[in-house]
């Protein structure tokens, strides 16, 4: 059982060195970082510092090149390790919907549940209705994804990713795929989840959500952690040249 395994006391997320190469370019340079239960952890900063590899490394969706990840205190680098089971606990929402779009929505909240939790098919619509609703979709469950927006389409994402009862959640620019006109109801979702006390590690360029909703904001740049700290501290008085710049592009 991969709860025998799980240190209470442990952070949520905890990464040491991590460092990740693709060839000769290293996109990684040996990040630390961890979140602790509970903690909305926002990361900004420009294309390709690094923020995505990151996020998909800490549930080894990336194969990290040297440094460790340990989830809940289980260092899921250790090849010994069943990723499969870790990743239960770990819910991942990405720009693209990810959605099968033969599947009805009922059918896409569903079909983890049955194959990976082992359960019934009656037990699995039940979770799949009560999230469904959580996320304000109550009425889409037969919808197919192809007739949803893109809001809609990611608020089905974000609860099929709760379905699997998960202690945190992963936001990959959940945003940046979408209409403007239809950001803020994703966000209202996640913004729930964090009143709930969720522990969220959030890759984002929505700098009113990280300082609103973050506990902690991370400016990456070059494959680094160039500075974090409380968000509205970060987004009003940043402290490293680089923050500033990147900031004053962007708000």
């Not at 900063?45 to 990290?64: A, D």
């Not at 599947?103 to 983890?112: K, M, R, S």
């Not at 389409?153 to 202690?167: E, F, G, S, T």
Request: charged residues 25%.
């Amino acid at each position: 059982m991969i709860t025998d395994l799980i240190d209470v006391h442990a952070p949520a997320i905890d990464v040491q060195g991590l460092v990740k190469s693709f060839g000769d370019n290293e996109v990684l340079k040996g990040i630390d970082l961890t979140v602790t239960k509970g903690e909305v952890v926002c990361v900004i900063g420009p294309s390709g510092s690094g923020k995505s590899t990151l996020l998909r490394s800490v549930n080894l969706l990336e194969e990290p090149t040297d440094g460790k990840v340990l989830i809940e205190g289980i260092d899921i680098t250790d090849p010994d390790v069943d990723i499969d089971r870790v990743r239960t606990r770990i819910g991942m929402v990405f720009q693209s919907f990810n959605l099968f779009p033969h599947l009805d929505v009922l059918g896409n909240l569903t079909i983890a549940q049955q194959r990976v939790k082992k359960r019934s098919k009656k037990e699995a619509e039940q979770v799949a209705h009560a999230m469904l609703e959580r996320v304000g979709l109550s009425e889409k469950a037969d919808a197919f994804p192809g007739h949803l927006s893109g809001g809609q389409q990611q608020r089905v994402a974000i609860a099929r990713a709760l379905c699997m009862n998960p202690d945190m959640m992963l936001f990959d620019e959940p945003t940046s795929a979408l209409d403007p006109e239809l950001v803020g109801e994703v966000l209202q979702v996640m913004r729930s989840l964090a009143d709930e006390g969720m522990t969220m590690l959030v890759v984002t360029h929505e700098m009113g959500f990280a300082r609103e909703v973050g506990s902690r904001l991370i400016f990456m740049d070059g494959g680094h952690i160039v500075e974090e700290g409380d968000p509205r501290e970060v987004l009003s008085n940043p402290q490293h040249p680089r923050t500033k710049d990147f900031l004053s592009r962007v708000l």
